[in-house]
Every structure is written in structure tokens, then in C-alpha cells.
């Protein structure tokens, strides 16, 4: 397809409002984007709390999907200018256009144009919930059998390949008190008041001994900074927190290496043990910001850095890596 003609139907969808309160709007760029895909392919509607979804598959049943494309369509509140796109140079503004309605289309296109030819069953999965969530597009879909090998996510990465992504903790409390009159307060019970207590403690999840590890959603890119950077500057939270260095340094290292299972692998300096380090100037003991002054890293056993220069040439750029064998 053209790619004029491309980022005026892109542009159609950004302009419409699919904000998750607006049911009617969620379904018409479900539905646009479907019409998009165009004739040829089976059709599975699903809806659930109000959040439609759709799976689009060629043949006329649901297989082994070899590959997902998986994709939301909404996106999260915006003044209504927002949605009106402009064009500034080679720049599409939107709400929407990053994350991730304009990816979304270009799924729908890459499907249109290969799943019918591709030698293994592929899926594109178009959802309407993902900013609230989730449990009503791709959580629901899977709850209703939906399956695939694997699953490309359209997402805002900033070009880099993520594979994992911290999680989320959903907490509901309950707290129940009694009414009283405000002239014999002392025979109420504030369920407020308790909730309070209770969020309190939640918040402080290193006084109440959760294992903690050291993880940022740290996929984009900052213009100026390098990914790195990007991830350090998460530090600012854990010394609001009141995290000791010390914890900091484990929560990024041994606690992460245990939950990762590779424990076994990686941690001390000794035989047998990848040799990956970093050293910096500074003790982070001391002031964990001296991890941002990083003067020396060694992956595999080769240096990458030394005197605080980068040495293989390829990686002396912020922007989109692809790893150094990734494992
Ligand atoms: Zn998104």
C-alpha cells in the first residue's frame, strides 16, 4: 500500500475518540480497523465488560496459531485537539499515534497482505482495553481458548525488542466501620481511617519484607539519554522509598538473579560464573547515584567500556540495540 494512502486511513483512526469510556467509539475503530483488514477472513467477536474484541484468522476455524499479532485500539484520555491528527514534516501527532493505533494498523496491514500465503496458521488479535488493563480484550480472548506460540505485540518500544515488562500488583481492600452520630462519635468505628492505615502499609512494601527486585518499563527512547540512563533514573523511587543501598544493590542483582533463576549463573566474581561487572568511581554503598558514573563494563568476559569510553564501535549509540548474544 501506499504510505500516503496508508497514513490517511491511519489518520481516520486516530480520529476517532476510543477512550475507554466511550463503548460506542471503542467499536467503531474496532470495526474500522476490521474493515481495514478487509474480505477473506474469519471473524470471532468477543465482548466483555462493555470492551469489544476480535479475532481474525484465515480458513474457517481457529488453529495452532504460529503467530499472534496482537494489538489494542484504545487508547487513554485526551483534550479533543488530540484527536484531530496533524502532520508536521515527516511527524504524525496524535493521540494514539505512538500507542498504539497506528501499529495497530500497520498489524492489520501486514496480516491483510501475508496470512492468507504464510505457510502456518497466523492470528491478528485486535483488542479495546489494554490501557485499563487487559482482562477484558487479551485476558478474555485467552479464557476463551485463544492460543498462540507466539505472540508479537505491536507496543511502543522504541524500536527495541522487550521481552518481559514488570508487573502489575491490583489490590482491592475492604474495610468495614459503623455510622455514628457526630454528638457520640466514640461509638463509631472509621472504616476510612483503617483503609488508610492498611494503604500505608502496602506502600511501604520494604518495611513488610517483600522480596523486592529492581525492574523499570524503561523501553522507550529519551532523546539524549542512553537506555541505561533511562533505567537509572528509577533509582529517584527507591530512595523515596527509604531502601537502604544496600537493598538496592540486591534488589538489582542476587534478588533479580533468584527470580530469574539464574542464581546459579551469575552474581559472584568466581569460576564457572558469567563474567559480566560494571565498576564505577564511587561506592554505591555509600551513594547509590554513583551506579550512574558507570566507567568499566565487562560482558562475557569482554570489555565493552573502559576509562568511561565505549569500546566495540557499534555500541556507541543511545538508540535501538540488538543485544549482545542474547541468551
Ligand atoms: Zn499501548
Not at 496491514?109 to 488493563?133: I, K, M, W
Not at 557499534?314 to 542474547?326: D, E, K, S, Y
Amino acid at each position: 500500500m501506499d504510505a500516503e494512502v496508508f497514513v490517511g486511513r491511519a489518520c481516520e483512526l486516530l480520529a476517532i475518540p476510543s477512550t475507554s469510556e466511550r463503548p460506542a467509539d471503542l467499536r467503531r475503530a474496532l470495526d474500522y480497523v476490521l474493515d481495514f483488514v478487509g474480505p477473506g477472513f474469519t471473524v470471532e467477536r468477543f465482548e466483555s465488560g462493555g470492551k469489544p474484541s476480535a479475532l481474525i484468522y484465515p480458513g474457517t476455524e481457529r488453529r495452532d496459531f504460529h503467530v499472534i499479532l496482537n494489538a489494542h485500539l484504545d487508547v487513554v484520555p485526551a483534550p479533543p485537539d488530540q484527536f484531530r491528527p496533524r502532520r508536521d514534516g515527516d511527524r504524525l501527532f496524535a493521540r494514539g499515534a505512538q500507542d498504539m493505533k497506528v501499529t495497530g494498523l500497520l498489524a492489520a496491514q501486514v496480516f491483510r497482505e501475508l496470512a492468507a500465503s504464510l505457510p502456518y496458521p497466523v492470528a491478528l488479535q485486535l483488542v479495546t482495553d489494554e490501557e485499563v488493563g487487559g482482562r477484558d480484550g487479551t485476558r478474555h480472548q485467552l479464557d476463551h481458548g485463544v492460543r498462540g506460540r507466539f505472540v508479537i505485540v505491536g507496543e511502543t518500544s522504541g524500536l527495541h525488542i522487550v521481552n518481559e515488562s514488570k508487573g502489575m500488583l491490583v489490590v482491592r481492600l475492604l474495610a468495614t466501620g459503623r455510622a455514628a452520630h457526630a454528638a457520640y462519635q466514640w461509638l463509631g468505628d472509621n472504616a476510612l481511617v483503617k483503609l488508610q492505615r492498611t494503604v500505608a502499609s502496602l506502600k511501604n512494601a520494604y518495611e513488610n519484607k517483600a522480596p523486592l527486585t529492581f525492574s523499570t518499563d524503561a523501553d522507550y527512547y529519551v532523546v539524549g539519554k542512553t537506555r541505561g540512563e533511562v533505567c537509572l533514573e528509577f533509582l529517584k523511587t527507591w530512595k523515596d522509598a527509604g531502601i537502604p543501598n544496600a537493598d538496592i544493590l540486591r534488589a538489582m542483582t542476587i534478588n533479580g538473579y533468584r527470580v530469574s533463576e539464574t542464581e546459579k549463573t551469575r552474581g559472584p566474581i568466581k569460576t564457572g560464573f558469567f563474567a559480566d561487572m560494571i565498576a564505577v568511581p564511587g561506592n554505591p554503598l555509600d551513594d547509590v547515584d554513583a551506579l550512574k558514573n558507570v566507567q568499566f563494563v565487562m560482558k562475557d568476559g569482554q570489555v565493552f567500556k573502559k576509562d568511561g569510553v565505549m569500546t566495540p564501535a557499534a555500541f556507541f549509540h543511545g538508540g535501538p540495540v540488538n543485544g549482545w548474544r542474547i541468551r
